[in-house]
Nanobody
Framework: VQLQASGGGSVQAGDSLRLSCAASQRDFSRFYMAWFRQAPGKERHFVAAINLSGGSTAYADSVKGRFTISRDNAKITVYLQMNSLRPEDTAVYYC???????????????????WGQGTQVTVSS
């Protein structure tokens, strides 16, 4: 599946952004979806994941209570609503898709076969 991420930008601390990731396949509902982020000079880190139906989600501790992942299978799109943004949230955000993940590896980049091109989020203080 091909993925196209969008919605990044430059904001002030405390602001909100909503990222979108549009998929290319109508069988989008077969894929577990996730967001990762990568700051300059650092490894790619897990942000959030969502199951096939959207009924189950998981978050990195650093974003719990501030970020919300959701999906619209009819629009073949996954979203990441980011509130109360902080300077440490600055990174390139990537969406990813996998046809099979389990809870023990859902935060591992290698569990996802398809990746979007990334969208830059910059938060200034």
């Amino acid at each position: 599946v091909q993925l196209q991420a969008s919605g990044g930008g430059s904001v002030q601390a405390g602001d909100s952004l909503r990222l979108s990731c549009a998929a290319s396949q109508r069988d989008f509902s077969r894929f577990y979806m996730a967001w990762f982020r990568q700051a300059p000079g650092k490894e790619r880190h897990f942000v959030a994941a969502i199951n096939l139906s959207g009924g189950s989600t998981a978050y990195a501790d650093s974003v719990k209570g501030r970020f919300t992942i959701s999906r619209d299978n009819a629009k073949i799109t996954v979203y990441l609503q980011m509130n109360s943004l902080r300077p440490e949230d600055t990174a390139v955000y990537y969406c990813a898709a996998s046809s099979s993940v389990i809870r023990s590896n859902l935060a591992t980049p290698t569990a996802y076969a398809s990746w979007g091109q990334g969208t830059q989020v910059t938060v200034s203080s």
